[in-house]
């Protein structure tokens, strides 16, 4: 190491090593004040390094929960995420599930957003 590098110490490379050879990438995250958690913002961000590289992912999907259940609470968490996957002209955005109302443990349970998700999992081949 050179002096004044840092070297930072968790898995991002191995996710970032993953998400390149997928097919499909699916994010997850709770909505917090209308935008998606830091985590995945700072994952998206570490992926960047796969922008120039023979990356096999074709469809990206968003999973979202939030306890509002207002129409577009997810609105800013989704074209964020679109415009990361604009960055990778051989991937498109195919669509998100959001749960809304989730503010409590257990009440996502019967959620509709459940039966939605599994379909389009299901179908994803």
């Known amino acids: 190491m050179k002096s004044g590098e840092c070297v930072i110490r968790d898995d991002a490379n191995s996710i970032t090593e993953q998400i390149k050879q997928a097919d499909v990438i699916v994010w997850a995250t709770p909505i917090y004040y209308y935008e998606k958690s830091g985590q995945m913002k700072v994952m998206i961000d570490r992926a960047n390094s796969l922008y120039e590289t023979d990356y096999q992912f074709r469809d990206v999907y968003l999973l979202s929960t939030a306890a509002e ?13 679109k415009g990361w996957v604009a960055c990778y002209p051989k ?11 989730v503010d409590e443990s257990n009440t996502i349970k019967d959620h509709p957003a459940l039966k939605k998700a599994y379909e389009i999992g299901k179908a994803i081949q």
Do not use: K, P, T, Y
């Open 69 to 81: 259940n207002e129409d577009g609470v997810d609105h800013r968490a989704i074209n964020g995420l």
């Open 91 to 101: 991937s498109h955005f195919v669509g998100s599930v959001f749960a809304g109302g």
